[in-house]
């Protein structure tokens, strides 16, 4: 059983370059959230995905937008980059919009931007 | 608004030493609460959560957290740590549907 894949693993972007992460979730779970880990920090919750739409948002900007598809997988993108958003990017699911329990994370996503 | 502290920001022990983190949060109405573990070189990992029922959770690999709501703490323990146990620690509240994670604790065990 696949548990939460994220691709890719590294990225290294330039700053006002764009920037998407893509995320498939554990087998059975329909609910995605993505969180930004800075370095020396605990997660930083952006936002999460059920039944493809936008369901709860953390304080980030517009700049940071996301997608889920019919298949649960979720996309995360970053528009108009700053050296501020570099940090490692989270994937995680759950069932059912996360009611029941914990979330099951990814390896996540290294994003470097200079 | 919502947070999460962890007042160890680093902890070294010798194996069979016991363990306990701190974990604090600021919201007063009902949560979730949960302790990660990032081990070195892997992903986030659910160590135990508590739902509600029994204010004494126990984990994975002899961990275990006590709830005391009157205090707003969530900490963790361990009776005898483990080489193994060298990683880092994070207490998580779930309210409505987003973690508040705490900024962690990284723990180093000497052999």
């Known amino acids: 059983d696949a548990g939460v894949t994220q691709s890719p693993t590294h990225l290294i972007k330039t700053r006002g370059q764009q920037v998407t992460l893509r995320c498939s979730p554990k087998?059975?779970?329909?609910?995605v959230s993505w969180y930004q880990q800075a370095l020396g920090q605990g997660p930083q919750f952006i936002f999460q995905?059920?039944?493809?739409?936008?369901?709860q948002r953390g304080n980030f900007p517009d700049r940071f937008s996301g997608h889920q598809f019919p298949n649960y997988s979720s996309e995360l993108n970053v528009n108009a980059l700053l050296l501020g958003d570099s940090a490692l990017y989270l994937c995680?699911?759950?069932?059912?919009?996360?009611?029941?329990?914990?979330?099951?994370f990814g390896p996540g996503t290294r994003l470097t931007v200079l | 608004a919502q947070s999460v502290s962890q007042h160890n920001h680093h902890v070294i022990l010798s194996e069979a030493a016991s363990l306990e983190l701190g974990c604090n949060y600021s919201y007063g109405g009902t949560v979730n609460l949960f302790w990660y573990v990032q081990y070195p070189g892997q992903h986030l990992q659910l160590l135990l959560k508590y739902f509600s029922g029994d204010p004494l959770v126990k984990g994975i690999k002899g961990f275990e957290a006590e709830f005391i709501k009157s205090k707003f703490s969530f900490n963790l323990r361990k009776p005898s740590v483990q080489w193994s146990d060298t990683a880092e620690y994070f207490c998580a509240v779930k309210r409505r549907r987003a973690l508040t994670f705490g900024s962690g604790t990284r723990l180093q065990v000497q052999p």
């Open positions: 995680a699911s759950s069932p059912k919009l996360g009611v029941a329990g914990g979330e099951f």
């Open positions: 087998s059975g779970h329909d609910t």
């Open positions: 995905y059920y039944e493809e739409e936008e369901r």
